[in-house]
């Protein structure tokens, strides 16, 4: 099985994919947005440094799928805390008409070959418990983030999971479930990946 976990900035995908990988005794693939050198100067200044970003970020989601294809798909679990196709739904919102054609021809020719999930699990969350995670956690990089960006972003990820490429997704409300913190609620997601509905929506408050 190979999990997919979405969801916008602060929604929790690094950290359900480091239990979930250990749950299902699956190999783990995480983004690194530490490694972008141009992040930082995108959320002070997005005009000036959008197309490096996105570029960059692309090139290093086609490596990271390049890993999972050498890392022999079909012989173990696997866990990633993004989608190779998400990338397309950044850039969408932060480039030019102009640049993102470009960008849209490099992502054409890196997609071709990029194994598509069996299952994502698309994270949500309300815009203000978003910025809340975001600025507990602490990152550098993100204190500057535009909270109408984050809303547009939020926005868009809805939109995107109508068509989004996966065999099964399964939606989560991770402002009322918690999904770390609380073994019942997280139980409730392994019995959805256990099933075989192509979707499904976690209950909102399934639990007392």
Not at 12 to 21: E, P
Request: overall charge negative; aromatic content about 10%; glycine content about 6%.
């Amino acid at each position: 099985m190979y999990v997919a976990i979405e969801g916008p900035i602060g929604a929790g995908k690094t950290s359900l994919a480091q239990r979930l990988s250990r749950s299902l005794d699956a190999r783990l693939l995480l983004e690194k947005p530490e490694a972008n050198p141009f992040l930082p100067r995108f959320y002070r200044d997005p005009a000036r440094v959008a197309l490096p970003t996105q570029l960059t970020f692309l090139m290093q989601r086609a490596g990271q799928a390049e890993e999972l294809q050498q890392g022999d798909l079909f012989s173990h679990n696997w866990v990633a805390d993004f989608t190779f196709d998400k990338d397309r739904l950044f850039a969408e919102l932060t480039l030019s008409r102009v640049d993102f054609e470009l960008y849209s021809r490099v992502f054409e020719r890196l997609a071709m070959d990029v194994p598509a999930p069996d299952c994502i699990i698309h994270l949500q969350a309300p815009l203000s418990t978003l910025l809340q995670r975001i600025e507990k956690r602490g990152r550098g990089y993100e204190a500057g983030i535009d909270p109408e960006y984050l809303a547009r972003l939020a926005d868009a990820y809805g939109r995107w999971f109508i068509t989004a490429r996966a065999a099964r997704l399964i939606e989560v409300d991770t402002g009322s479930l918690d999904l770390l913190g609380d073994d019942a609620h997280y139980q409730l997601l392994l019995d959805a990946l256990a099933g075989d509905a192509p979707r499904q929506r976690l209950p909102a408050m399934s639990l007392v």
